[in-house]
DNA sequence: GACATAGTTGACGTTTACGTCAACGTAATG
DNA sequence: CATTACGTTGACGTAAACGTCAACTATGTC
C-alpha cells in the first residue's frame, strides 16, 4: 500500500532518496554528500531520509549552481539566504548584501556568455564565408 | 633595452609569461599547466616562452570558460573550434555543430541565471517586507 | 664575476566533489 | 522465513586543477 514513489501525506509531496536521484539524474550518493556538507538537511523516519518539497527545491537550487560551475560553499551560502535566520535588521543587512553579491556574480556570468555568444557567432560566420569560398 | 613586459616587435605585442599571470591574477603555474592540457602552446625563445596576441586571446577564453565553471577540456573544445583545421567541408561541417553545442549550452547557463535572478529578486523582496513590518 | 631576477622542468601534495566498495539494517514479498 | 530491494554508515579511491617545493639555467646588473 505505501509507495516508494511521492506521496501525498502529511500535508505535503515527500521523496526518497533513489527518488530525487531519478529526478535529477545524480546519485544518492551525491545527495548524502551535500547532506554532509550542510546543504541539506532532510527528516528522518528512523534511519532512512525523508525529503520535503523544500529539500526538492534546495536540490533544484544546487544543481542549477552545478550547471554555473558554482562550488558546493557558494551554492551552501546561496540556500542560506532562503532560510529563515535571526530576525534582527543587522541579520537582514546582511543577507540583503549577500543577496546582491550573488546577482553580482551572476552578472559577472552573464557578461562572460554574451561575449563568448558573439565570438561564436563570429566564428561561424567566418566557417560560414570558408566553405561558401570552395 | 630589451624589456621583460610587452614589446612590440616582429610585428605584434609578445608578453612573458609573469606578465600574462600578472594580468589574468593568475600563477606561473596554472599557464604552464595548460599548455600541458594542450590549450596553449606558445613560441619558444631558447627555453623561455613568448607569447603572441593570439596567446593572451585564448588565455581570456580560459579565464572567461573558468567563471563559467567550464572544465579545461571544453575549453580546449572551444579553443579548437577557433584554430584552422582541415579544410574540407566534412571538417567544416562538424566544427559548426560544435559552435552549435556550444551555444546550446551557453543558452542553458544564460536561463539558469535568468531563474536565479529571479529568485534573489522575489527573495530581497520577502526580506524588506519581513524589515518593514519590524 | 658574484649575485639577484626571471624562467625551466620534474615531482609530490592538496582541495573539491564525488565514486566505489564493504558490511550492515529493515521491510515487503512470494 | 528466506529472499530481494532499498536504505544506512564508514572507509578508501579518484579525477581535475592547480600549489608548492627543489634543483637547475639563463641574463643582466653592480
Redesign the pocket.
Known amino acids: ?2 509507495k ?1 514513489t511521492p506521496s501525498s501525506n502529511s500535508g505535503g509531496t515527500i521523496y ?4 530525487l ?1 531519478q529526478r535529477f539524474d ?5 545527495i ?3 547532506e554532509s ?1 550542510g546543504l541539506l538537511s532532510p527528516e ?1 523516519q ?4 525523508l525529503y520535503s518539497p523544500r529539500d526538492y527545491a534546495t536540490l533544484k537550487l ?1 544543481i542549477r549552481g ?1 550547471r554555473l560551475g ?5 551554492s551552501r551560502e546561496l540556500i542560506q539566504l532562503y532560510n529563515p535566520a535571526e530576525n534582527n535588521q543587522q541579520q537582514y543587512q546582511k543577507v540583503l548584501e549577500k543577496v546582491r553579491q550573488s546577482r553580482e556574480r551572476l552578472q559577472e556570468q552573464m557578461n562572460d556568455i554574451e561575449i563568448m555568444m558573439i565570438e561564436l557567432n563570429d566564428q561561424e560566420s567566418r566557417i560560414r564565408e570558408a566553405m561558401d569560398k570552395q
Chains 1, 2 share one sequence.
Open positions: 500500500m505505501t516508494n526518497t532518496i533513489s527518488d536521484a545524480i546519485t544518492t550518493r551525491a548524502r554528500f551535500y556538507e528522518r528512523g534511519q532512512k531520509r544546487i552545478k558554482w562550488s558546493l560553499a557558494q
